[in-house]
């Protein structure tokens, strides 16, 4: 490599880094700290020169700078206090020390923004309903199932959110400055009747208009904006999702619906019933793809979906500095390690696919060595000519599917979402297959389709290491387990139902499997275990899974200037879910937020800066949605539940704030 093409590899990992370095300043009278230890903070400014003075006053001492945060974590709640384990709880404090030798402790709270199924204001002077549904005319979809008492549909289930701000933002109402936040509704649990309705509703997304105190750093609701997806097609089952380095908000489909057997897809009707008004006219093809939603400057916002990144159930990307390089993680059983790389930068719109091959070794023990990784080519597409193919193909227009032994050599045996499938693909059908039958296309191609429920994505620039969770460890993950080949190069010797996170290497200079230059300096080349839970005997609560480590990581984000890595859970063996900050230096992990009972956490977004203030945005989804792992918690817990979050059909949408004021990383 060149001088010149290593000083541009760099370049873009350089510039992060630089702007994550420059500590966030307030304005001169600024407000005052919270101190554990050394001097205050305050505001003040220069004295004026008095002439005749002999020489210009001396230089004012350099600002203190940000040196590290410490998180101090909570005890999970218990049924000595019901109600606690019943709501949010939040017991753990924040502490930031600076290079001058003074630190700011404090102490954590939560803040919704809102319940689901609230009325808040649409900034015209009107309500909305918070988390409503709408079909492709934007009209409410009601729910009818108890004809006394119809009502608008509302989520029950918020999930991916992004914090940000719009260049010469305004928005009436606002006194501070205006911060924006986009979240989407992965869906609603059940209707008035107690029928599940999960998949069957298309998925609002919003912009929310958000005040930001600037003497405290506190956020308030000022205008909730529902986005039109009419040009998506609407959209199908929205969960993690990631602010992109260009400013917008990178959403997600997930479970993308089988088009070889839509026929008997009942979900799938009903889907296009509430969106269209018919069973028949929503196209499988247009779902399992990548939307970006674009905030305007008036708190609106559009939806572009783009096509051409693999339709893969999709959980929550992560776009790399260099603004071209998004990895993906595959919220799937036999699901595949992805990356897409982008032909320009800023612009999802049109570039690679490609999948993971990996060596044998994989290992979850956090002492064992890294495996190495290799990068399977899948095609190269822009979004409109995928989208068009979409909208004319037929699964049966590209490969032969069958789910019984034709007894046929020109079959090829894999196994789809633990069950067995055998696949033809049809002649000159490639480019269809890769960006449409993804997950087919990518065993065909020999990748390692083996992983279970590959959840969020999230990077850490400094140290040029990506992180994945992996909810579950099991099936198709393990020797002889469900779904499993040993094609695959992924054979666990035993399963880890608590799941686990896993640390990918980044690195330039790497081939595809045919030998092609892969054009990024981001690439995973070896994975190893991070950190994972520890499956238990069923204990005194229920728990199963060590209730005082992570326990099926869910949502993933890394804060640079923290060193933290932030994870929620989405936990089938912790009564409560738990939202966890794990120093990766330090290697502490602390337990900072306890979600409501049934519930999981959701949301979650690390923002070291936005005007001078820190943001850890979060979310929970259903709570109450009891399972057996709840049955010695569920009598006791589920009155105070019903209580707190409109008989469980609420949940909330907010934020970690602290006393007296909002964190901040500078003085």
């Known amino acids: ?210 005040d930001q105190d600037q003497a405290t750093g506190k956020l308030s609701l000022v205008k909730y904006h529902n986005v039109d997806m009419s040009s998506a097609h609407g959209l199908w089952i929205t969960c993690g999702a990631s602010l992109s380095p260009w400013g917008t908000h990178l959403s997600s489909e997930e479970y993308e619906p089988d088009a070889a057997s839509i026929s008997t897809n009942t979900m799938f009707k009903a889907y296009s019933k509430n969106v269209f008004g018919d069973e028949t006219t929503a196209n499988p093809y247009h779902y399992g793809h990548l939307p970006e939603i674009t905030v305007n400057a008036d708190g609106t916002g559009s939806v572009k979906k783009h096509y051409c990144m693999g339709r893969i159930s999709h959980e929550l990307i992560q776009v790399m500095p260099d603004m071209r390089t998004a990895i993906m993680g595959d919220d799937y059983t036999n699901g595949g390690f992805f990356m897409f790389v982008a032909d320009k930068e800023k612009d999802l719109s049109a570039g690679t696919l490609y999948v993971a091959k990996y060596d044998a070794g994989y290992s979850i023990d956090p002492a064992a060595a890294a495996t190495k990784m290799s990068w399977i080519k899948l095609g190269h597409a822009t979004s409109a000519e995928i989208e068009a193919l979409a909208n004319t193909l037929k699964a049966s227009d590209i490969m032969d599917v069958v789910y019984t032994d034709p007894s046929d050599a020109s079959y090829t045996k894999m196994f789809c979402d633990g069950a067995a499938n055998w696949v033809r693909l049809k002649p000159g059908m490639e480019k269809a297959a890769a960006f449409l039958e993804t997950h087919r296309y990518a065993n065909l191609k020999g990748a390692s ?43 666990l010797p035993k399963k880890l139902s608590a799941g686990g996170v896993m ?128 049955s010695k918690v569920q009598a006791t817990l589920d009155p105070y539940v019903r209580a707190n979050y409109k008989e469980r059909y609420a949940a909330a949408v907010g934020y970690l704030t602290a006393d007296p004021i909002q964190p901040k990383l500078s003085k």
């Open 1 to 210: 490599m060149s001088d010149s093409t290593k000083a541009q590899s760099g370049a873009s990992r350089r510039h992060a880094l630089k702007l994550l370095g420059a500590a966030p300043m307030l304005p001169l009278g600024g407000v005052a700290f919270l101190t554990a230890c050394g001097g205050g903070g305050g505001g003040g400014g220069f004295l004026p020169v008095i002439p005749p003075a002999p020489a210009p006053a001396p230089a004012p001492a350099p600002a203190a700078q940000f040196k590290s945060a410490e998180f101090t974590g909570m005890a999970a709640p218990t049924l000595a206090d019901p109600a606690a384990m019943a709501t949010t709880t939040v017991g753990s404090t924040l502490k930031i020390s600076f290079d001058n030798g003074s630190s700011t402790e404090y102490r954590l709270a939560y803040q919704p923004f809102f319940l689901t199924g609230d009325l808040v204001s649409d900034g015209k002077g009107g309500k909305v309903l918070a988390g409503g549904y709408y079909d492709i005319k934007n009209q409410p979809i009601l729910d009818k199932s108890v004809p006394a008492n119809t009502r608008q549909f509302y989520s029950d289930s918020p999930d991916g959110t992004s914090l940000l701000t719009v260049p010469n933002a305004k928005v009436d109402g606002v006194k501070g400055k205006p911060v924006f936040a986009v979240v989407q509704f992965e869906y609603t649990t059940r209707d008035l009747a107690g029928n599940s309705t999960y998949g069957t509703l298309p998925s609002p997304i919003a912009v929310l208009t958000l």
């Open 449 to 491: 389709m083996a992983f279970t429920k590959m959840e969020g994505t999230t990077v850490n620039i400094k140290d040029k290491v990506a992180y994945s969770a992996l909810q579950n460890i099991q099936d198709s993950m393990v020797s002889g387990g469900k779904g499993w080949t040993a094609a695959t190069n992924i054979a």
């Open 503 to 630: 640390a990918h290497n980044l690195a330039g200079g790497q081939k595809d499997g045919d030998g092609a230059a892969i054009v990024s300096e981001w690439v995973p080349t070896q994975t190893r275990a991070l950190i994972v839970g520890e499956d238990i005997a069923s204990d005194a609560l229920g728990n199963t899974s060590n209730p005082d480590i992570i326990g099926n990581p869910d949502n993933l984000k890394f804060s640079e200037k923290m060193r933290t890595l932030f994870i929620g859970e989405d936990s089938s063996s912790h009564v409560n879910n738990f939202l966890w900050a794990y120093n990766v230096d330090t290697k502490k992990l602390a337990r900072i937020m306890s979600i409501p009972a049934g519930g999981e956490s959701t949301g979650l977004h690390a923002v070291d800066e936005i005007n001078g203030w820190t943001y850890i945005m979060s979310n929970f989804q259903h709570p109450g949605d009891w399972g057996g792992i709840h």
